[in-house]
């Protein structure tokens, strides 16, 4: 067995990732590493699409259910343990599929962790500016230095226009610059890179569905216990997509018929960037949901054997 082959399988939200990559696993030696970053949470099934406990039996999963929803959980810790993953799937003589829609997850492993510098004293300084100068004198600044930066970044998103204005001082480069060196760094394995390809309007109408289905499977009692076992509304994973829109509404900030509304609206938005970072993988091979099993299938049975 060639020891660096890596399978990586990708697409944006409720494209039918976790039914392929079974799909896979059902007909293939492979084992699944999970890289979505909510997945990795326990407690958090219904509003992460969490393959099914039966399911994980069926097909051996890897970074499902490591860490719980108030514990630190980064690109850093994923590659540690989806590297250690791959070394066991490998041992026992099968085949590390890698499958999720966390852009940053899948990059950090096949390229390394993105080393863009940081300083606290600069970071500091620039948090002082925002307060004196305001926001948009900030980010005028920003779009003279780096206007591809600019163009990525609203000029009210304080985090991200710091954070940028710091790599830039630091570094003395535009961010945009540092940040395609890194995207197009070389890696360390061989990877078959599958991403699926779908029709807008019918993603959409998926991503709606499948938001409907959640609260019918009771999202909104999941979120409830969490809150009830003391996990505070401002952490990470309980500020991620659908599970704050469940805390505003179980707050009184909204009704459930707006909450549902909400997370259906951003949910089309997260899956929209996650078709243009899929877009600019380089060495995606992309199939349609069109016999997307029996493609997959022969594709990486090429690429294994």
């Given at each position: 067995?060639?020891?660096?082959?890596?399978?990586?399988?990708?697409?944006?939200?409720?494209?039918?990732?976790?039914?392929?990559?079974?799909?896979?696993?059902?007909?293939?030696?492979?084992?699944?590493?999970?890289?979505?970053?909510?997945?990795?949470?326990?407690?958090?099934?219904?509003?992460?699409?969490?393959?099914?406990?039966?399911?994980?039996?069926?097909?051996?999963?890897?970074?499902?259910?490591?860490?719980?929803?108030?514990?630190?959980?980064?690109?850093?810790?994923?590659?540690?343990?989806?590297?250690?993953?791959?070394?066991?799937?490998?041992?026992?003589?099968?085949?590390?599929?890698?499958?999720?829609?966390t852009g940053m997850y899948i990059r950090s492993l096949l390229r390394g962790l993105d080393a863009l510098p940081s300083d606290a004293g600069?970071?500091?300084?620039?948090?002082?500016?925002?307060?004196?100068?305001?926001?948009?004198?900030?980010?005028?600044?920003?779009?003279?230095?780096?206007?591809?930066?600019?163009?990525?970044?609203?000029?009210?998103?304080?985090?991200?226009?710091?954070?940028?204005?710091?790599?830039?001082?630091?570094?003395?480069?535009?961010?945009?610059?540092?940040?395609?060196?890194?995207?197009?760094?070389?890696?360390?394995f061989r990877i078959l890179f599958i991403a699926i390809s779908m029709d807008r309007d019918e993603l959409y109408r998926r991503v709606d569905?499948?938001?409907?289905?959640?609260?019918?499977?009771?999202?909104?009692?999941?979120?409830?216990?969490?809150?009830?076992?003391?996990?505070?509304?401002?952490?990470?994973?309980?500020?991620?997509?659908?599970?704050?829109?469940?805390?505003?509404?179980?707050?009184?900030?909204?009704?459930?018929?707006?909450?549902?509304?909400?997370?259906?609206?951003?949910?089309?938005?997260?899956?929209?960037?996650?078709?243009?970072?899929?877009?600019?993988?380089?060495?995606?091979?992309?199939?349609?949901?069109?016999?997307?099993?029996?493609?997959?299938?022969?594709?990486?049975?090429?690429f294994l054997f």
């Amino acid at each position: 067995m060639e020891e660096n082959r890596l399978l990586v399988l990708s697409g944006p939200t409720a494209s039918g990732k976790t039914a392929l990559a079974l799909s896979l696993g059902r007909i293939l030696p492979l084992e699944i590493i999970n890289a979505d970053s909510l997945q990795v949470y326990r407690g958090m099934d219904i509003g992460t699409a969490k393959p099914a406990v039966s399911e994980r039996r069926e097909v051996p999963h890897h970074l499902i259910d490591v860490a719980d929803p108030d514990e630190e959980y980064n690109a850093g810790r994923f590659v540690a343990e989806a590297e250690e993953a791959i070394r066991g799937i490998r041992g026992r003589g099968r085949f590390p599929l890698v499958a999720g829609g966390t852009g940053m997850y899948i990059r950090s492993l096949l390229r390394g962790l993105d080393a863009l510098p940081s300083d606290a004293g600069i970071r500091a300084g620039l948090a002082r500016r925002w307060e004196e100068e305001g926001g948009t004198a900030l980010f005028s600044e920003l779009r003279t230095i780096d206007p591809p930066s600019a163009k990525a970044i609203h000029p009210s998103d304080r985090v991200r226009l710091l954070r940028a204005l710091e790599v830039a001082a630091i570094a003395g480069a535009p961010p945009s610059t540092l940040k395609r060196r890194w995207a197009e760094g070389a890696g360390k394995f061989r990877i078959l890179f599958i991403a699926i390809s779908m029709d807008r309007d019918e993603l959409y109408r998926r991503v709606d569905a499948r938001v409907d289905d959640m609260f019918r499977r009771g999202l909104v009692d999941e979120v409830r216990g969490l809150l009830s076992k003391g996990y505070a509304p401002d952490l990470k994973p309980m500020k991620a997509l659908g599970y704050r829109h469940v805390v505003r509404h179980l707050s009184g900030a909204v009704s459930l018929a707006g909450a549902i509304a909400e997370i259906q609206r951003d949910t089309r938005r997260y899956a929209k960037r996650q078709l243009t970072w899929l877009s600019r993988e380089p060495d995606a091979v992309w199939i349609g949901t069109e016999n997307a099993a029996g493609a997959a299938a022969e594709i990486a049975k090429k690429f294994l054997f």
